[in-house]
Structure formats: C-alpha cells, structure tokens
C-alpha cells in the first residue's frame, strides 16, 4: 500500500524502511539499461556556473534553432505524401536501422525519421502535426521539457517523439496523470503506433502484475509514475527476497527512457511525495488510545487550551498537559500513559481537527476514510497516513479503524525520475518552475509557440469582503452567462466548496453539473457535456491537467467557453491549467477571477498584520483596489513556491547526505 509522508506518534516504531537508489538492481544493469548513478548537484563556484549554464540551455536561440529544423522537416515530409506504401515502408526499414544503432541523431538521418513519421501520422491518424507539435517532438527527443499551451495538441506531440524512442530498441514508459489518460492516448495514438511498427500498451493499476509486466514488455508503455514506482519497488523487495536473484519481473526491461506528460505536476508538486510499499501491522493498544485522544480533544477550546498555528501545521499548547489531561477520568491503555505518548496523542487528534477537513482532505466512502489529492482533486483509495494519524481520522469519524501500516520500501518520486539514463517532458505550466527543474533534474525548460495566436480575455479582478459574498456574485455571473448561450466552468479548491456552490445554484433555480471526487464514475460524461451550450459545470481540479473540453460551432461563435476561478490555488501553475480549457487552438474564450478576503490563501500566506492592511485596502476606489489584490495573489502563490521548493531541496540533501554518510541503508 503506498501512504503518504505525514507522521506525528512517538509509537513503537519498526525500523526503517530501506531507502533504493540506483544501486538497486546492480546485479542486472546490463539487461535492465537502468542509470547507474544519480545527477550530483553541484555546489561551490560550480553550482553557480551550472545556474549560468541553465540559462544558456534555455536560450531563445534553442527555440530558432527547433522551428528552422522543425520547417525542413515538414518540407520534407510534404515530399513523401507521393510514395506508396511499400516505397514508404522500405525507407523507414532503413531509418529504423538508423535510429537503433544512434538514437539520438540516427547518424545525420534524424531529420529524415522525423518527416517520416509526420508522414506515418498523416495516413494513420488522418492529422497531419503542426510545426509547432515537430518542435515539440524535437524538443522531447532532445531531452528538454517543452512547454506547450493547453490545446496544441501535446498527445500527438508524444506520440511523434514515442515512435523514435520505440525505434531505438531501449525501453520507454510515457507517463500520464491518471489510468484514464494512459488508457485514452494508448487507443487515441495506436494507429501511428500500429503503422510504424512500434509496440504499445497501458499499464493500469487495476491490472494483475503479470499483465503489466507484458505491456512493460512493449517498445512502450503508458503508465502513471505512482504504478510504475510500485512495480519497480516490488521487484526490488522480490529481489531482496530470493537474496538478488530474481527470475520473473514485473518491469522485465528495468528503467531506461521516460517521456512525463504534464512534467511539472509530476517533477515537482509530487516530487516529495514518497511512494511506501508497506504491510499492516497490528499496534497493541493504539485504536483504544487515539479514542482516548479524541474524547479529550473534544473537551477543549481553541485560543483557550491550545492554538493551531496554521501556517506550520502545527498545535501549540497553552496550558499545561497534566492540567489538560485531569478533564478526562478515563486512563489511554497502559502501554500509552506516558506524559510524552499522551501529549503526542492529544496533539494528533487535535491536528486532525484543526487541519484535516471532511471534503476537502478527506471523504467518508464506503464507511472508509479516502483521501484526496490536493493538486488533482481525485480520491486517493491507495494512500494512507502514517504513524497513527489515520487512525486518529477515524477515530473521528467513528468508522471502523484499520491497522497501521508497516513500511517495507520508499522512494520519492524525485528520486525515481533520477534512475532513468534519459528523460524529457511536456506540459502547459512549465516556465515559472524553469530554475528547479534545471537546479534537480538537470533539464532546461523550452516554450513552444502556439500554432494560433491565443484569443482568451482575462475580465478585471471581482473582489469581496467575505466568501458568502463571493460566491453569491459567481452565480449571479453564471445565470448570465447561461442566458447567452455559452458554456460555462467554475473551477473551486475542494469538494466541500463545490458541494456549497451547488446548493446555492440549486436555490437560484439554475440547472448545473458537478464534477468532484465523490462523483468521479461520471468524470467523462461531465467532461463531455460541459462545452454545451448554457452548460454550467462545477469542478475541482479533476477539470484541470489533461481535460479537453470540445465545443460545438454555435458555442464558438459566441464567444467560446467561459472559466471561473472561483478562488485562487496556492501555485500559479494550477490556476493557468484551469484557465487553459478555454482559448485552445486560437478559439474565443473568457477566464473570470474572483477572491474574498478569508480565502485560503491568504489566511496562510499572510500575516495577521498583512491581512489588516488588504482589509484597509478594499475601502480604496477599484482603480487603486484591483491592482492592489493582484499584486497580493501573485506575492501569496510565490511564497508558496518558494516555501516548497525549500521543502524539496531540503529532502534532496537530506537524501544525498544519507548516501554518503549511510551507505548501509540502501539495497544492494
């Protein structure tokens, strides 16, 4: 089972789990072609050079250079649209030879191979790729991360640059946000695939391991990087297990190339998250201690017992714990009675009160706790809590408790995207995080032009003092906007927020859709609906990354879809995913931003003082007002990215200080 990195309990604690690196596997690097070794960061005078060195990398002339060659490689392509297909087929034959003998530059033929498969899509799929989709490939092929705007077409984009890895005979995964966008682009570009002779298939994690270990078994293979992860740490604790030897695996050909779809959700907002392959265990005492914890946590006041310090997750005391545990007659089990056990237990259930929120962190289904995912919006069944702190959620919600789990093996997924020998990515949100990806993994970021010019209208800030209020305006706006005729979707944080607009739409007699984890099972049908005309749909960030939503020509003639961003996320680079539904391929579209002073992200980006002085600020006229606000969003969300990318350099040297220092703890 893979859980999440929270922890809090000082309970008996096995030991820890094994950490793997590229040492794993050692014994069979020459079949599997995994990287053997880590990128080392470097430090001193030469870690500033290699900042200077990752402007160089992502100059504008790299983007001249890709569109002067991604030019000749459509002339060319343009030239083969007259070969028959045996004629067609003998040449690629030939750059097939090519390609698997030098991958990178096929031996001076590499414009060649690329024309060709342009060609391939052409027939096969009966699209024929943008200039802008060959640089992208280019750019992929390369090793970059190319960033593309949303509706440029990134699927083929991969399927252009997934047909040359295929060709080099190296195994090559493409990794996807979710099972249902590796299943969609599997059949989607299969056809291309098909025609170049280059095997695929989708791993899903709701597959059988054997099932998978065959479509690993193909030139490619669409995965999500979380089932990928636990197949790798699978067969790394099989193989611990039968002492290094290991006959049948579920990644049969090791880790060698990898091409991420939406590269920043994955490199870098996921990066810490480390995915743990653990078993239950039973913990003597620990259901009964964290009701105990509970029925105590109750009895308590905020700003009078204790205060939640929001900002660092963390409860702070304000009296003393033998004062707090007098309120409650009844004694934890005796393994739990401890003044130190009993304060961890009383700060757990009290952080589970103050932090963690029924739908918006978690949901109650099935008479289980699932939680969610803050940057994807979708439940998370696979994950749990470590070191008693779901069981404290449960103990909450009085549904039944299950046992702690013990972990076996860990990676973060930083640390995985560094096995593999080459990695390239893509995605719409690329070059606010253009430093930390060249400062961890060592890639420069490319922006691709957009095949059209974007038509999208950002309307002014709407701003209020309070969140009632808000949401009152976006459903005024709605009902509007639906009387034209044009679709609209109103993107908000969590699912309690979503649950919230829909009743206040239902009171305004307004009819509407609502995607949210609980209604996961109609993600398509919504999706496909939402581009209706007067269609209203509500969406937490399930609508972001990977959605396209089609519109129909009268809606494109009225002006396109409208997005609502009903309240601003932590990181800028969720808020232009949700705004990228609208405006694809050049069309008309409006994106609408409304905040309210008790909005999240100002509560904990700011301080108490801070948020005074925006309060004062609303009184002044709108002129002075709106641009004021914008300026306070964009300083919130940079703190935040400042403040996790500190988290993930923090782990990294964490980590690479283990190497050094406790090269005892890795897997041989």
């Known amino acids: 089972m893979e859980h999440s990195r929270l922890c809090g309990l000082s309970c ?9 690196d590229a040492k794993f596997n050692s014994s069979s690097s020459a079949a599997s072609g995994c990287r053997m070794g880590m990128y080392k960061r470097p430090k001193g005078l030469d870690a500033g050079a290699h900042h200077i060195a990752g402007y160089y990398r992502r100059r504008h002339s790299v983007i001249q250079r890709l569109n002067r060659e991604a030019h000749k490689i459509d002339a060319q392509a343009k030239a083969l649209q007259d070969l028959s297909e045996g004629d067609l087929n003998k040449q690629m034959e030939h750059l097939i030879e090519e390609v698997n003998r030098a991958p990178l530059e096929a031996r001076g033929a590499l414009d060649e191979a690329l024309a060709l498969i342009v ?22 092929h390369r090793g970059y991360l190319a960033e593309m705007a949303t509706g440029e077409g990134k699927t083929l984009t991969i399927g252009l640059a997934g047909v040359l890895a295929g060709w080099s005979g190296r195994p090559c995964q493409i990794l996807t946000a979710n099972d249902y966008l590796a299943e969609r682009d599997t059949e989607e570009i299969r056809p291309l695939y098909d025609r170049c002779g280059v095997s695929v298939a989708a791993c899903l994690q709701e597959m059988e391991p054997h099932e998978r270990a065959a479509g690993y078994r193909c030139d490619l293979a669409y995965v999500t990087p979380k089932t990928l992860l636990a197949d790798y740490l699978r067969d790394a604790l099989a193989q611990r297990a039968r002492g290094g030897e290991l006959e049948e695996r579920v990644l049969p050909q090791g880790l060698h190339s990898a091409i991420v779809d939406e590269a920043d959700s994955m490199l870098i907002d996921e990066a810490i998250t480390p995915l743990i392959i653990s078993a239950p265990r039973e913990v003597p005492g620990l259901h009964e201690a964290v009701e105990w914890a509970r029925d105590l946590s109750e009895k308590l006041e905020p700003r009078h017992d204790y205060r939640p310090l929001h900002a660092k997750g963390e409860i702070q005391l304000l009296r003393d714990s033998s004062d707090i545990f007098a309120r409650l007659k009844s004694l934890p089990p005796r393994q739990w009675r401890s003044t130190e056990r009993r304060t961890d237990l009383l700060l757990q259930a009290l952080k589970v009160r103050e932090f963690f929120i029924p ?37 909450r919600e009085r549904v039944p408790f299950t046992d702690p789990n013990l972990p076996l093996v860990q990676m973060t997924f930083q640390r ?54 808000k949401f009152d305006a976006i459903v005024d706006l709605a009902l509007s906007l639906s009387r034209t005729g044009v679709p609209v979707l109103i993107g908000v944080r969590n699912v309690a927020q979503s649950a919230e607009l829909s009743r206040a739409m239902d009171a305004a007699g307004l009819p509407h859709e609502t995607l949210n984890a609980l209604n996961h099972k109609y993600e398509s049908a919504i999706i496909k609906s939402a581009g209706q005309p007067s269609a209203v749909t509500i969406a937490t960030n399930m609508a972001g990354r990977g959605v396209d939503i089609r519109l129909p020509p009268e809606v494109l003639a009225r002006g396109g879809l409208n997005v609502v961003i009903a ?75 400042r403040k996790s990318f500190q988290n993930r350099k923090a782990l990294l040297e964490t980590e690479e200080w283990l190497d050094s220092a406790l090269p005892f703890n890795i897997v041989d």
């Open 12 to 20: 008996p604690r096995p030991p820890p789990p094994h950490r793997l």
């Open 119 to 140: 060609e391939c899509a052409r027939r096969a799929l009966g699209k024929r790729p943008y200039i802008m989709q060959i640089m992208g490939a280019l750019a992929l």
């Open 359 to 395: 739908s918006v962190q978690y949901v109650v289904d099935e008479n289980k706790i699932v939680l969610i995912d803050e940057f994807t919006g979708r439940l998370t069944p696979e994950r749990s809590l470590s070191s008693g702190l779901h069981q404290a959620i449960e103990a």
């Open 416 to 469: 995985f995207f560094q096995q593999f020998k080459r990695l390239s990515g893509v995605t719409g949100t690329a070059h606010e995080a253009a430093a930390e990806f060249w400062h961890f993994y060592h890639k420069a970021v490319v922006r691709i032009p957009t095949n059209r010019p974007r038509q999208v209208i950002y309307t002014p800030l709407s701003y209020f003092r309070s969140h009632a209020e």
């Open 567 to 641: 309240e601003h996320n932590d990181s800028m680079r969720v808020d232009r995913q949700l705004a990228g539904r609208c405006g694809r391929q050049g069309s008309h579209g409006r994106v609408h931003r409304f905040v309210s002073l008790d909005d999240k992200l100002f509560s904990q980006q700011l301080s108490r003082l801070e948020r005074f002085a925006l309060h004062l600020a609303l009184s002044l006229p709108a002129t002075l007002a709106r641009p004021l606000l914008e300026q306070v969003v964009k300083l919130c969300q940079s703190r935040f990215e």
